[in-house]
Structure formats: structure tokens, C-alpha cells
């Protein structure tokens, strides 16, 4: 599959009509009939054409019905003062981005998910690599452990959070019991309850959650180095934590990037973990954008200021993705063209 | 936690005796804290069902004594246990059947077809990977339960979860059948079988496991979603993640109780994904190499 998708990157052509792109089913049977090597067979172009549409058009309107309308929808809303009800009236400008970047809570938020992405890169870069080569000998029970490791992952975030917070109530969960035999005593309102732990915290349950992860998919790029590659530093001496330094993370290089940009959003649109561990609190410690975004819409009606939230939410995903792309996914390959187009495909 | 460290000793004194690195030795021991680390949340609440909140609150770290299976059989007698489950799997297979319908369909002409628009269509495509639902979720919300009535329904959360599956879908499956021979097709085409002809008697068939990839994606992701079944769902139309978080907050003091629904929400899910392991980490994998 990997061979696959790297095959489509490379032929795809340098530039397509922008213009053609905004009206693509109309467009898509005049261009194939106009196309000159085909001219002389119009009607099987015609057929060809109609089949296009058959099978592109439903997954096309349901994404323009279901993604586009609403984006297009939230730009809208972010204009208008709106409570939900009535007609869109009350035009205001920029004036919802300006409460909402003047809004402590907000970027408060904003920081809690730049905290979020940072802090899940750098405990689970070094964890899970760490795991991953330490799975990738032959042992008997690699498959075994490979599943264990997987399974935070499957779980669904609630239910992960349901468990972990039973885990870290105060004194009575099994963390602070657990603590306490040691002689540690835990925070008095409870990891989750103290406004300086409780970001931390929510931190450590999504590390739980994630690394297997991290974990499965270094090893699966583990298994792309070759063989020889070890046996060749085998035999010229190399110990095994040379070779882990010089040839396999390098190697790995392309896969730890991906995965950390993979990290990189989910942390962005991270909700369920924080609604249902602390619901944002105490005192707003663990707001994180989409759940600013959700109390204000379903919570306070305030739908222009939801909306104005989701659209800089959006903003900063973009920025950031396309930072992502150009620091760092870069160095996959050589800068040359062929690269550009590459990037654009992820 | 405590078995685990208990069964580390065996481990050790098998693998010294057979092998002649050291190094095993601590291989294991690290696999299994690491094994500790990820199981022991979860065995601590299966566990926890099968105790009493008496025992819970007295010993937290300690095993069922006696077992009881009572917060078990509570919860499976509890009809609404069981409504919650129907309506996160009919969602779950609603989602699942559009995504793979419309997605295998949409990417047979943009993996087979020779045509001008070919590459911006799947550009809208990679794009899409670009939305998250969270961006849109307050007009959707709006669009959902308002303009379409769907508020409520299992088509209401089934149709925008698959519209932003599609996406994911389509990178997936375009490569997958750019993969497939083109002997086969021409082969097809000299025995007069048409291009519908084609994708019905050779293609489908040939992109079974494509399919099963991003359908178990699609179900698994439907099955976990929240804040979208949040945002649309009350009452006794809500899925097993509502479910499981309002059982939560309603009965906080029965922790007992808490663990043995929220163990009974995750064993069937948990069977099915870990059978399905394999096509879940090749689909991540198709998804993220480029």
C-alpha cells in the first residue's frame, strides 16, 4: 500500500485548472469530450463520462452536505451576533474573534493544546521508540505484547477516562492508595481537582492512551530496515546500541515525523478526554479549544462566539500543518518538485 | 500490578538458562512493567466490577473477596445497557456501510480512470483530511437537528460521521486499487466486459481486504466517537460512550457499579478491534505514509 500511494504522488501532474476544481461534475464531461485524442469516440466518451459521476457524485455530496455547508456555515455565524434563534441579523464584524482572542479563557486554551502537543512529542517520542526497539527482537510473545500494547488505543476515550478518573479519585482511588503504602500522600483535591497537576495529569492519561500507538507504528517502520543493514554493522563490531543510534532511528526518521504529526492534530481536536475527566476544570486548567468551543455553543447559545472559536481552531491547525510540512516533514527528501507535490498529498 | 511483579521471577530464571545474552533478562522484565503499565488500568476495572463498593472503599488495591457478580448481572439486566449497545452498533454499521459504499465508488475512478479532473477531485479528498468534525460541529449541530429534522436519529449522527470518514477512505483506497494489474482490466475489456462490468465482477471482489480495512477504521471510529452523539443524542437514543459517561456522573458514588458498565462496554468492542488489529494498523499505516 505504502509502494502505491508513492507511485500516485510522483505522477501526478504539476498543475490541474484551478477554476475547473469549483465546478467538477459539469466541467468533468466537457473536458473529456473536448480532449483531442479522443475525439472520434464521443458517445463511449459520453458513457465514460456518466459513469464518472455515478460513482464520484454521492461521496462528493455528502461531503459538500455534511462538510463544506457547515465550515462554509461557521464562517458565516462568526460574523453575526447569534443566539441560535431567529435570522442572522445582527452583523458584528470581526468583533466575535476579537471577545474570543481577548478571552483569557480561550487562550488559556489555546496554550493547554500547544502544551498538549508539545508534551505528548516529547514523552512519547523517546517512550514509544524506546518500546519499540525493545519489541523488536525475536521473542517468542511479540505478538502478544504488541496486542497488550495496542490496546489503550482501541478503547474509546471515554471509557479510558471513565476508568482513569475512578483511578485518580482522592484518597480512595487505587493511584493515591497506592501512593500512600509508599508514603506518598496525594494532592488533597485530588490530581484532577488541583489547578496546577490537573493539565499534567489529563497529560499522563493521554500518554497511557496513545503510545500504543506510537508504539505499533515505529515497529511496523522498524520492520522496513533491511536485515543486512544489522548484519553488515554486526560484523563490523558495531554494539547493539550503535546500531540502534546509526542506522535504525535514522531510518525511522520518515515514519517518527508522520507520527508526530499525527499527534500533532489529534492534540489539537483533543475533547473527550478533557470533558470527561475534568470538564475543563478546575478554574478553566484543562480548557482546551474544542472544549471552549462546545461550552460556548451548546452551553451558552453564543453560537457567533463558538463559531469565530472554531474557525481561528482551524486557523491554527492550518498554520501549524503546513509549518509541520515545511520544517520538518521536509527533510523526508531531497527539496526538489517532485517532493512539493508529495507534501500536498498528506 | 502486584501478579506482575511476582511473575517477573520465572521469566528470568527460564530465559537465563536458555539463553547467553544477559540482556533478555531485562528485556523481559522492561516488556512486562510496560505490560503492567497498560493492562493494569484496565484489569483494575473488570476487576473492580466483580467486587463490592464495601471492598473497594476498604482496599482499593486489593483482589475481589469474595467475587460478586451482582454489578455484572445488574448491568446486563438493565435494559437501557442494552439500547445503548443497539444504537452504537446500528450507527456504527450504518457509518461503516456508507463510508465503504461510497468511498470503494469514488475511488475506482479516480484509481482507473484516465480523466482531466482526476487529480483535483482527490484533492477535495486530501483536503477534507484537513476538517476535523470539531471545526464544524456547532453549524452541524444546527444543520443536523434544525434544517434536516434528523436530530435524535441514528442517521443523524450516521451520515456527517461518515461525510468526514470519506476523506480518510479515499487516500486509502485510491492506492489500493491503482495497485491492482492492469493486465486485468484489458484482459476484462478483450472478453467484452464493460468498466461497470469490471468493477462489479473483478474489482470488488479483488479489493476485499481494502474494504475490511477502512470499514473496521470507519466502525471503530463510530463506535468511539462522543462529541458529535453528544451534541445529537439524548435520552434512550444515546450510544454506549454517552452511555457509559452518564452512568458515570449518575452513579458516582456505586464505583463498583461504574467499573462493571464500563467493562461491559468495552469487552465486546475490545474482542472485535484487537481480532481486527491488523487492518486497523494497516489502514493508520496506508494513512500516514506518503
Do not use: C
Not at chain 1, 475547473?20 to 464531461?29: I, L, Q, S
Not at chain 2, 454499521?93 to 461510497?102: A, E, G, Q, R
Amino acid at each position: 500500500m505504502t509502494e502505491g500511494v508513492k507511485v500516485v504522488s510522483a505522477t501526478v501532474p504539476a498543475r490541474q485548472g484551478t477554476a475547473a476544481e469549483a465546478r467538477p461534475r459539469n466541467t468533468a464531461a466537457e473536458r473529456g469530450s473536448r480532449s483531442p485524442k479522443r475525439k472520434l469516440r464521443a458517445p463511449a466518451d459520453k458513457r465514460k463520462n456518466l459513469e464518472i459521476l455515478f460513482f464520484v457524485t454521492p461521496a462528493l455530496l455528502l461531503i459538500a452536505m455534511f462538510m463544506l455547508v457547515p465550515i462554509i456555515q461557521a464562517v458565516r455565524f462568526s460574523v453575526y451576533n447569534w443566539k441560535g434563534f431567529g435570522p442572522l441579523v445582527d452583523f458584528v464584524g470581526l468583533q466575535n474573534y476579537v471577545r474570543v482572542l481577548q478571552n483569557e479563557v480561550f487562550t488559556d486554551a489555546l496554550v493547554h493544546n500547544l502544551v498538549i502537543i508539545a508534551g505528548s512529542i516529547i514523552i512519547q517520542l523517546p517512550l514509544g521508540l524506546a518500546i519499540a526497539l525493545l519489541l523488536n527482537r525475536k521473542m517468542k510473545i511479540q505478538g502478544l505484547l504488541r496486542t497488550i500494547i495496542f490496546v489503550p488505543y482501541v478503547l474509546s476515550e471515554v471509557i479510558a477516562g471513565v476508568v482513569w478518573f475512578q483511578l485518580l479519585q482522592p484518597q480512595y482511588g487505587l493511584i493515591d492508595t497506592v501512593l500512600a503504602k509508599l508514603g506518598i500522600q496525594g494532592p488533597a483535591q485530588g490530581w484532577l481537582g488541583t489547578p496546577d497537576l490537573a493539565l499534567w495529569t489529563v497529560l499522563i492519561v493521554l500518554t497511557w492512551k496513545y503510545l500504543g500507538l506510537a508504539v505499533i507504528l515505529f515497529l511496523a517502520g522498524l520492520q522496513g530496515v533491511p536485515d543486512e543493514l544489522y548484519e553488515a554493522a554486526q560484523i563490523d563490531g558495531a554494539s547493539w546500541w550503535q546500531i540502534q543510534r546509526k542506522i535504525t532511528i535514522p531510518l525511522l526518521g520518515p515514519t517518527l515525523r508522520t507520527w508526530g504529526f499525527l499527534s500533532m492534530v489529534g492534540s489539537l481536536q483533543l475533547f473527550d478526554m478533557v470533558w470527561i475527566l475534568t470538564g475543563g476544570g478546575p478554574a478553566n486548567s484543562t480548557t482546551t479549544m474544542a472544549t471552549f468551543l462546545v461550552s460556548e455553543g451548546t452551553k451558552r447559545q453564543n453560537f457567533g462566539v463558538a463559531s469565530a472559536a472554531s474557525v481561528i481552531l482551524f486557523i491554527v491547525a492550518l498554520i501549524l500543518a503546513v509549518s509541520y510540512q515545511q520544517f520538518i516533514l521536509k527533510r523526508d527528501t531531497q527539496p526538489d518538485t517532485s517532493r512539493k507535490r508529495k507534501k500536498v498529498r498528506r | 500490578m502486584s501478579t506482575a511483579a511476582t511473575s517477573i521471577k520465572p521469566a528470568m530464571k527460564t530465559k537465563k538458562s536458555q539463553g547467553k545474552y544477559g540482556g533478555n533478562v531485562l528485556v523481559y522484565a522492561l516488556s512486562l512493567a510496560v505490560v503492567a503499565l497498560t493492562l493494569g488500568p484496565v484489569l483494575y476495572g473488570v476487576l473492580g466490577g466483580f467486587r463490592t463498593n464495601a471492598q473497594l472503599a476498604q482496599a482499593p488495591a486489593a483482589l475481589p473477596e469474595p467475587w460478586v457478580l451482582s454489578n455484572y448481572t445488574g448491568v446486563l439486566n438493565n435494559p437501557e445497557f442494552w439500547r445503548y449497545a443497539l444504537n452504537s452498533t446500528m450507527i456504527a454499521v450504518l457509518t461503516t456501510v456508507i463510508v465503504v459504499v461510497f468511498g470503494i465508488m469514488a475511488a475506482y475512478p479516480l484509481a482507473r480512470y484516465q480523466f482531466r479532473l482526476r487529480e483535483p477531485i482527490f484533492m477535495v479528498f486530501v483536503l477534507g483530511l484537513l476538517f476535523p468534525a470539531t471545526v464544524a460541529i456547532v453549524p452541524l449541530f444546527i444543520l443536523i437537528s434544525r434544517d434536516l429534522n434528523l436530530g435524535n436519529t441514528w442517521w443523524g449522527v450516521a451520515l456527517p460521521q461518515a461525510a468526514f470518514a470519506l476523506p480518510m477512505t479515499v487516500v486509502i483506497l485510491r492506492p489500493f486499487l491503482m495497485a491492482l494489474p492492469q493486465e486485468l482490466e484489458e484482459a476484462a475489456q478483450l472478453d467484452g466486459t464493460s468498466r461497470i462490468g469490471f468493477f462489479w465482477r473483478i474489482l470488488l471482489p479483488l479489493s476485499g481486504p481494502g474494504m475490511v480495512t477502512v470499514g473496521v477504521l470507519a466502525f471503530v471510529g463510530s463506535w468511539n466517537a462522543y462529541l458529535l452523539p453528544l451534541l445529537l443524542l439524548q435520552g434512550e437514543m444515546r450510544t454506549l460512550p454517552l452511555g457509559v459517561a452518564d452512568f458515570s456522573t449518575e452513579h458516582s458514588a456505586d464505583t463498583a457499579g461504574v467499573f462493571a458498565f464500563t467493562t461491559l462496554a468495552m469487552i465486546p468492542a475490545l474482542i472485535f478491534f484487537l481480532a481486527m488489529q491488523r487492518r486497523i494498523v494497516s489502514g493508520l499505516q496506508g494513512a500516514v505514509k506518503g
